[in-house]
C-alpha cells in the first residue's frame, strides 16, 4: 500500500506498516533539551520515576536561549543542567556551540529515517535532513528522557510542490513566509508538510532548513524534504550511515496537494502581530525600522550571512538603526568570519553578537520599547515576543533585512 | 468527566507567548506563572482565572513548546479550554499535565454559566448545546488521571 515518507519512517521504526492516523509508541533516536524547557524536562523524568536517562548518547543538552546568564535565575539553570549532564553522563554541549537547531544538523544529530524530538518548538527543522523531527513540551519530554520512546499520532501530510527558480536576491525565507500566507497559521495544524519539486532539490540544505523551520508556523508537526543526493552529502560529511531509499511513493495519501512556481516570486514580508500576515515587500516599503535582526535557527546560516553582506557591499547600515547580527553558531560563525563578512557587518556598524537566540527569545537582549518596530530573519512576529507588546515586529528574508537596515526603512533588496 | 465554570471569551491565534511570556521561563515558580498568565493580552486578566472556562478562537496555544503555558492555566485555576482548534504542542501539553481542553466551535458570552461532558463530548453554554470533536480513549484516560505523570504513577 501506498506510503508517506512520514508513514515509511514510522513503519520503519515500529516494524510494521502504519498509517497517518494510528497512534504508536515509536522509538526515538535523539532528544536535544535545552536551557528553557529542559530543567521542567529534567523534573517530569523524575516524577515518572526515572533516574537515569535512557541512553546518555541519545540526549543532546545545550544552552542558547539566555546566553551568557543574563540573570541570576539563568546562571542556575545553567548550573542545574550541568550538574545533571555530570550525573548521568549526557554530553553537554553548554553554551559553546550556537543555537540547538544548528547544532543538531551540523553534528549530524538528524538524519534520514530518523525520529528526533526536542523540547522547543522549531525542531521541524530536522526536516531538512529528512528525519521526523517535532518540538514537544516538557511532560512528553520527560517521558522520552525516562524511556526512549513516545506516544505518536502518525500525521497526515500536505504536499507542497515548488517549481521554478528564484529571482535575484528571492530565497527561501521568500518562499516560505509566502506558503505560510497561503496555508494560514494553523493550515497543517496536526499533519506534516511535505516539500518536493525542482525548487527544493535545486536547494542548499540552509535554505531546506529556513522552510522545515518554519513548518510550525502553520501548525505542522512537522517538516520534511525528502533526502537525495544534497542530503546524503551533508549527511556524509557528518556521520557514517550508507545513503537509503526513502521516498514518498507517487501514488501516496495526502490530505492536500498545493503548488508554488517562484520563478516570480517577490521579497516577502510578514505584517505585525501574525506570522501568516504576509506581503510583497513593495506594500511595506517606507516603514521606518529601529531595529533589525539578521540571526536565529531560521536565518543565521553562513548563506544567509553572505547574502546579506552582498546587500550591503561597501554601504553602511543607517545610524537610525540598531543592526544585530548573531550567527546561528560557532560555526556558522567562523565560516563568515574567514570570509570577512564579519568584519564588513562590524565597519557597518552592525552589533556582532555570539551565537544565540538573542532578541527572538525576547528575554534575553535586544528589547524593543513601546511603539518601536523590529525586522528579524527570525521566524515568530507575535505580539511581546522581542519585548515591549507596544513594539511591531516585522518578519524577512536577509537580503532584505540588510536592505532595510542601510536605509532605516523596510527596502526592497532588488533596489540596492 | 463533567465540569463547570465562567465563561471568559478571547480572540484567535493567542499564542503561547501571551499565555505565558518568555521573561517568566528561567523561574520554576508556579504561582508566578499563575499570576502572569495573559499579562500581554490583558493583565486584569489572571485575577479572573479561577473556576473559568476560556473559550477561545481557532490556533489556541499555537507557537512555542513552553508547558509553562498550560501549567500556568491550570495553576491559576482554569477548569478548561474551549476552541475550534490548538496548536498541537500545546494540545499535547495541556492533556499531559491535565488541563481539559476541547474542540469545538461555539459562541461565547463573557461570564455566561458553562458546562461540559468530557467523555460525551459536549459543551453547554447558556442552554446552548454545542458538540465537540471527541477525545480518543487514551487523551481521556490521561485528563482521568490528572495528568501523564499521574497516569504513569497509577500504572506503576
Known amino acids: 500500500m501506498a506510503a508517506t515518507i512520514v508513514e515509511k519512517i514510522f513503519s520503519r521504526k515500529c516494524g510494521r506498516d502504519i498509517r497517518a492516523g494510528e497512534v504508536v509508541m515509536a522509538p526515538v533516536d535523539r532528544a536535544m533539551i535545552h536551557d528553557i524547557t529542559g530543567p521542567l524536562a529534567i523534573e517530569k523524568m523524575r516524577e515518572m520515576g526515572g533516574d537515569r536517562v535512557f541512553d546518555p548518547a541519545g540526549v543532546i543538552m545545550l544552552f542558547d536561549h539566555q546566553i551568557p546568564a543574563d540573570s ?3 546562571a542556575e539553570i545553567h548550573q542545574r543542567m550541568r550538574l545533571f549532564a555530570g550525573e548521568q553522563g549526557i554530553g553537554n554541549l553548554d553554551l559553546r556551540e550556537g543555537i540547538c537547531h544548528q547544532v543538531m544538523m551540523e553534528r549530524g544529530y538528524a538524519a534520514p529515517g530518523e525520529i ?5 518548538s522549531h525542531t521541524c527543522m530536522y526536516g531538512a535532513a529528512g528525519a521526523f523531527a517535532t518540538g514537544i513540551g516538557s511532560t512528553d519530554m520527560g517521558f522520552v528522557l525516562r524511556f526512549g520512546a513516545l506516544y505518536f499520532r502518525v500525521p497526515e501530510s500536505i504536499r507542497c510542490e515548488v517549481e521554478g527558480r528564484f529571482p535575484r536576491r528571492v530565497g527561501p525565507k521568500d518562499l516560505i513566509l509566502y506558503i505560510t500566507g497561503a496555508v494560514g497559521a494553523d493550515g497543517a495544524t496536526y499533519q506534516a508538510l511535505e516539500f518536493s519539486g525542482n525548487t527544493f532539490s ?17 501548525g505542522a508537526k512537522a517538516g520534511i524534504v525528502p533526502p537525495d543526493e544534497t542530503t546524503w552529502a551533508y549527511i556524509r560529511e557528518r556521520r557514517t550511515m550508507e545513503p537509503f531509499d526513502l521516498q514518498s511513493d507517487t501514488d501516496a495519501e495526502y490530505t492536500e496537494f498545493r503548488s508554488f512556481c517562484v520563478d516570480e516570486l517577490e521579497p516577502q514580508v510578514a505584517l505585525p502581530h501574525n506570522v501568516d500576515r504576509v506581503v510583497s515587500v513593495e506594500e511595506t516599503a517606507g ?3 529601529d531595529q533589525v535582526f539578521i540571526g536565529s535557527c531560521t536565518n543565521g546560516r553562513y548563506e544567509d550571512l553572505s547574502e546579506a553582506a552582498d546587500v550591503l557591499g561597501s554601504s553602511e547600515f ?3 538603526v540598531r543592526v544585530i547580527v548573531i550567527p546561528a553558531s560557532r560555526e556558522e560563525y567562523l565560516k563568515a568570519l574567514r570570509a570577512g563578512i564579519i568584519e564588513r557587518f562590524i565597519e557597518a556598524g552592525a552589533l556582532v553578537e555570539a551565537p544565540c537566540c538573542g532578541p527572538c527569545m525576547g528575554g534575553a537582549f535586544g528589547l524593543l520599547a513601546p511603539k518601536e518596530v523590529s525586522l528579524s530573519t527570525s521566524n515568530r512576529n507575535f505580539r511581546g515576543r522581542q519585548g515591549s507588546t507596544e513594539a511591531s515586529i516585522y518578519l524577512c528574508s536577509a537580503a532584505t533585512a540588510a536592505a532595510s537596515a542601510i536605509y532605516g526603512e523596510i527596502t526592497d533588496p532588488r533596489e540596492v | 468527566m463533567r465540569l463547570e465554570g465562567t465563561a471568559i471569551c478571547l480572540g484567535e491565534d493567542v499564542d ?6 518568555g521573561r517568566y521561563l528561567r523561574t520554576k ?6 499570576s502572569r498568565a495573559f499579562e500581554d493580552l490583558d493583565p486584569a486578566l489572571a485575577k479572573r482565572l479561577k473556576g473559568a472556562i476560556i473559550v477561545a478562537g481557532k490556533n489556541f496555544g499555537c507557537g512555542s513548546s513552553r508547558e509553562q503555558a498550560a501549567i500556568a492555566l491550570k495553576e491559576a485555576g482554569v477548569v478548561a479550554v474551549i476552541a475550534p482548534s490548538f496548536g498541537r504542542i500545546f494540545f499535547r501539553n495541556a492533556i499531559n499535565i491535565g488541563l481539559p481542553l476541547l474542540e469545538c466551535e461555539c459562541g461565547c458570552t463573557e461570564g455566561a454559566h458553562v458546562r461540559i461532558d468530557l467523555g460525551e463530548g459536549r459543551v453547554s453554554i447558556e442552554g446552548n448545546m454545542y458538540r465537540s470533536r471527541p477525545l480518543s480513549p487514551r487523551m481521556l484516560e490521561i485528563l482521568l488521571a490528572g495528568g ?5 504513577r497509577c500504572r506503576r
Not at chain 1, 535545486?202 to 502553520?218: D, F, L, S, V
Not at chain 2, 503561547?16 to 511570556?21: E, H, K, S, Y
Not at chain 2, 501523564?148 to 504513569?152: A, H, K, N
Open chain 1, 202 to 218: 535545486e536547494m542548499e540544505m540552509a535554505g531546506r532548513m529556513t522552510c522545515c523551520n518554519m513548518a510550525i508556523e502553520m
Open chain 2, 16 to 21: 503561547t507567548d501571551l499565555i505565558i511570556a
Open chain 2, 148 to 152: 501523564l505523570v499521574e497516569l504513569w
Open chain 1, 318 to 320: 543607517s545610524k537610525r
Open chain 2, 29 to 34: 515558580d508556579r504561582g508566578l506563572w499563575a
Open chain 1, 116 to 120: 528526533v524530538v526536542g523540547a522547543d
Open chain 1, 287 to 289: 516603514v521606518r525600522v
Open chain 1, 72 to 74: 541570576i535565575q539563568a
